[in-house]
């Protein structure tokens, strides 16, 4: 019984919780549509399995160091009997819009432990090319030192992950590939693949098909969550979503 | 002199590394064009053409200190061109939103005349009954 309880902990861990959030657009230029649809879900990326996303603690964007609540223009989107989530917002002037997330923590009974995965992913509108780089002050956060929207398939990714505004040494990165063109894993360990940052914080990461790469660098929060009178430790995730195109 | 071939070959490689961008839209008839580098980076005193599909001069104009210009629309359709100098330009296709110059002439008048005469024909009747009922009576 403990081997079968302990091989399922090891088989759901192979399987990465990814909370997203992905735009219909990455770079808005002149001409084209100004408004942004922006999607929330949390899912397995790879392998396209849902899971039940609650309405989030806080969902917004970031311009020029403000940030703007779209919490009350959320609208849930039901599939498969399961909750994601969706908005709008209308682009109207120049400049590097960060969508973000802040879920509610999810508890993962096979690991007793919250997840909560502060997600991010930053567009640009009309060759503005300022703020991609900046921290919109997530409690942990990836910060790109490529300009994330407008990587080809096969570039290398850098960034840097903090905590509270600081970097985190050796933190371990997760990614995983937003899997729609029904791609096969040649192994369990191919669906997520996992990367360590120097001292700084640094990371770098190469991507090698068009599509969105979820990027989640995991560490221990500081702060543990109350659940029928017992305290759990809460996996905080410094989550960052970008796409690559292809280069024709 | 290798210092000022130096600076000279550094100014003009930004220039070569920045890409003019332009932000236009248009309200109630009036055209908004911005133009930058970056965001913080405004293309100062630029001359902005307006042009028609045969490549016509509809309006030159020339951007501010933020790198902004604006105007009555001249036409519905029409190419903005934002010039910059050392042959560095920018155009885009622009399609407006809101109604040309000629179009807003054939739009109904915003003044709103029907209240103006509603209230002059107030005005005359009120005076028109005060005079009626302050008149003198005519003895025959």
Redesign the interface.
């Known amino acids: 019984m403990k081997v079968l309880l302990a091989s399922l902990v090891c088989a759901s861990s192979l399987f990465a919780h990814f909370q997203t959030v992905m735009t219909d657009k990455s770079v808005i230029e ?2 084209s549509s100004t408004k942004v649809s922006i999607n929330y879900e949390f899912t397995h990326p790879f392998e396209q399995k849902l899971m039940n996303m609650e309405k989030p603690k806080e969902a917004g964007v970031f311009l020029d160091g403000k940030k703007t609540s779209l919490l009350n223009i959320l609208q849930a989107v039901e599939k498969n009997k399961l909750t994601t989530w969706k908005s709008e917002y209308t682009i109207k ?4 819009y960060q969508f973000y997330v802040d879920p509610v923590p999810y508890f993962e009974p096979a690991e007793e432990k919250f997840i909560r995965h502060q997600t991010k992913t930053i567009i640009d509108a ?6 991609w780089d900046k921290p919109i002050g997530l409690k942990a956060e990836i910060i790109p030192l490529s300009r994330p929207y407008s990587l080809y398939a096969g570039n290398i990714f850098s960034a840097q992950v903090l905590f509270k505004g600081k970097p985190v040494p050796n933190a371990e990165v997760e990614v995983e590939f937003y899997n729609t063109k029904g791609l096969k894993a040649p192994n369990e360990m191919y669906i997520t693949q996992v990367f360590k940052a120097d001292k700084n914080g640094v990371f770098h990461v190469s991507l090698p098909q068009e599509g969105w790469w979820g990027f989640a660098a995991l560490m221990d929060d500081d702060e543990k969550i109350k659940k029928e009178g017992k305290s759990y430790p809460v996996e905080l995730g410094a989550v960052l979503w970008l796409k690559t195109e292809a280069m024709k | 002199m290798f210092r000022v071939w130096l600076l000279s070959f550094l100014c003009i490689s930004s220039l070569w590394a920045h ?1 003019i ?4 839209y248009d309200e109630e008839g009036k055209l908004y064009v ?1 133009s ?5 980076s405004p293309c100062k005193q630029c001359v902005l053409k307006l042009l028609d599909d045969n490549q016509k001069e509809l309006l030159v104009l020339k951007t501010d200190d933020d790198g902004k210009a604006s105007a009555k629309l001249p036409a519905a359709e029409f190419s903005i061109v934002v010039e910059a100098g050392m042959g560095h330009q920018s155009q ?4 407006a939103q809101s109604h040309t110059k000629e179009e807003a002439k054939t739009l109904p008048s915003d003044t709103p005349w029907d209240k103006i005469l509603l209230g002059l024909a107030i005005i005359v009747f009120f005076f028109g009954v005060l005079y009626w009922t302050k008149r003198k009576p005519r003895h025959i």
Do not use: D, I, R, W
């Open positions: 002149q001409g002037e120049p400049g590097v009309f060759g503005s090319g300022e703020g | 890409k961008n332009l932000f236009a911005q930058y580098f970056t965001k913080s885009t296709h622009y399609v």
